[in-house]
């Protein structure tokens, strides 16, 4: 494995390094191990180590959901749920929230084969809830999903996260991989599903050609790009985290191609993270994505995008992506196309990200157990990003590893949803069962951003402070 901070310092100093960089064999999350801490209960707001700012505001903008100790699947008879844990089909302990998505009285939720027993990679659960700590019932029905032990590349594999468009559909991306952190194994290759949320029929399952999958990648999160005027005009990008690419497919031309950039690359300073009592090193490229709203005097729209593993934020028009010949043939052409726009500042890794109607940006903020904001009006400094920290008065932080965030599409008023699942420990240490792990929470977006520099009437700031930016606790 080459040395971290060697590799930092060489690729801060060159640019174009990244082309070399991507031919080295690199670790990923899949081979590196942590070191041997065992924390069960952690205290997770430690606000002396991960950030220099007071927290003022006294408010609580977010509702708990949902919560769980453990996960749980609605089987048809408990006879068929005892005989699916004798086989080991169902291993309680494996299962863990991933991606998170909302439609009308459904919450939708992924549970990704990281490890043997999880039945079913794709759920439902109601909205409103009927109970803190429901059972998931797969999607759309158990026949959808196969078994890993004799598996039918036509169902469900590992999906990881989906995406609602304007057209009332589900899109996922499916992986095709089981236990992807311990002994990675592709068994399918990866594919694209819509379904028909007013119906619950599949509408296409799209498999990525072989050539746009590379060794060790791993397809993780899904957004798609609707023409406001046609639903059969729709793109949708998937990101490749670990081999560094977008793979652009086009609904109408039933198509896709492989976006590479170096901006897609991890910052190895940004991939050594500590958190939880445990130290680990994620070399994870471009994640997080979300899509502008179109320019009122052109219609250009811009995709934003960030590596899991970088303090940075980047933008590209998607006029750019939907160009299928560039990336043929032009791809050196038009690398500086995609633009670094601003910094988050240190210990702000992200996971993914959402814009409401109003274009204010939400997104995770994992290494800091919160999620935060920006006017995307505003230059993207740390004076114009806000944090928000949601915790109990013990100071434990009820958002913990807020893996999946989405801004649902409420014609009235548009809510933020977060998922935590603390994945850390599920993958490193060992979860407390008796203990809460994963909760879905929801705040009006507008409650959130009421009196912070992210409100789109709030002036800019533009002086960028050696303190970083403001955050909230949400006490």
Same mark, same amino acid.
Not at 49 to 67: D, G, M
Not at 110 to 132: H, N, Q
């Given at each position: 494995?080459?040395?971290?901070? !060697? ?27 942590? =070191? ?9 707001? $430690? ?5 220099? @700012? ?12 949902? $919560? ?28 863990l929230p991933l991606g998170i998505d909302i439609y009308e009285n459904r919450i939708f939720m ?12 794709? &759920?439902?659960? /109601? ?47 499916? #992986?095709? %991989? ?28 799209? $498999? =990525? ?5 590379? &060794? ?13 005027? @046609?639903?059969?005009? #729709? ?14 497919? *086009? ?31 994620? =070399?994870?490229?471009?994640? &997080? ?10 219609? $250009? ?19 750019? =992506? ?36 109003d274009g204010v940006m939400f997104f995770t903020q994992v290494h800091l157990d919160g999620i ?25 932080? !009820? ?19 977060? %998922? ?6 599920? !993958? ?8 809460? @792990? ?17 409100? /789109? ?11 970083? *930016? @403001? #955050?909230?606790?949400?006490?």
């Open positions: 494995m080459i040395p971290i901070c !060697l590799l930092a310092c060489w690729l801060i100093s060159n640019s174009k390094a990244y082309d070399i960089f991507y031919n080295f064999e690199l670790e990923t999350t899949a081979h590196l191990q942590p =070191l041997p801490f065992n924390l069960q209960n952690p205290k997770t707001l $430690e606000t002396t180590s991960r950030s220099q @700012n007071v927290y003022t505001k006294a408010q609580q903008p977010f509702e708990i959901v949902n $919560e769980w100790r453990k996960l749980d699947f609605e089987y048809n008879t408990y006879e068929q749920r005892q005989k699916a844990i004798m086989n080991r089909e169902f291993i309680v302990e494996n299962n992924t549970t990704p084969r990281w490890k043997d027993g999880v039945p079913a990679s794709l &759920g439902t659960i /109601p909205f409103p809830p009927v109970e803190i700590s429901p059972a998931i019932k797969p999607y759309p029905n158990w026949e959808a999903h196969s078994s890993v032990y004799t598996p039918d590349c036509s169902k469900l594999i590992s999906v990881y996260r989906t995406y609602i468009d304007v057209c009332q559909r589900l899109w996922l991306i499916d #992986a095709g %991989i089981v236990n992807a952190t311990i002994k990675l194994n592709q068994i399918c290759l990866p594919k694209i599903v819509a379904y028909d949320l007013k119906t619950d029929q599949r509408l296409f399952s799209y $498999e =990525l050609p072989s050539d746009q999958v590379k &060794g060790d990648s791993l397809h993780s999160n899904i957004v798609v790009n609707v023409a406001s005027d @046609n639903c059969e005009d #729709a793109y949708a990008y998937v990101t490749d985290v670990w081999r560094f690419g977008i793979v652009v497919y *086009s609904l109408s031309k039933n198509r896709s191609w492989r976006v590479t950039n170096f901006n897609f690359y991890p910052n190895p300073v940004a991939s050594d993270f500590q958190i939880y009592g445990l130290n680990f090193q994620w =070399l994870d490229g471009v994640f &997080g994505m979300s899509l502008s709203s179109p320019s009122i005097a052109t219609m $250009e729209q811009f995709l934003y995008f960030h590596p899991m593993a970088s303090f940075k934020e980047f933008m590209v028009s998607t006029a750019l =992506l939907h160009d299928e010949s560039i990336w043929l043939n032009q791809v050196q052409e038009v690398a500086k196309a995609f633009i670094e726009i601003g910094d988050r500042g240190p210990n702000s890794q992200s996971s993914t990200s959402g814009i409401t109607r935060a904001c920006w006017d995307t009006a505003k230059s993207y400094n740390t004076n114009n990003l806000q944090k928000f920290f949601y915790v109990k008065d013990n100071n434990d932080s !009820l958002i913990q590893f807020p893996n999946d965030l989405k801004v649902d599409r409420n014609p009235a008023a548009q809510s933020v949803w977060i %998922i935590s699942n603390r994945l850390p420990i599920f !993958l490193y240490s060992q979860l407390d069962y008796e203990d809460i @792990n994963f909760r879905i929470l929801r705040a009006n977006a507008n409650d959130l951003i009421k009196d912070t520099i992210c409100d /789109p009437l709030q002036e800019a700031t533009n002086f960028i402070s050696p303190q970083g *930016s @403001n #955050a909230h606790r949400c006490d």
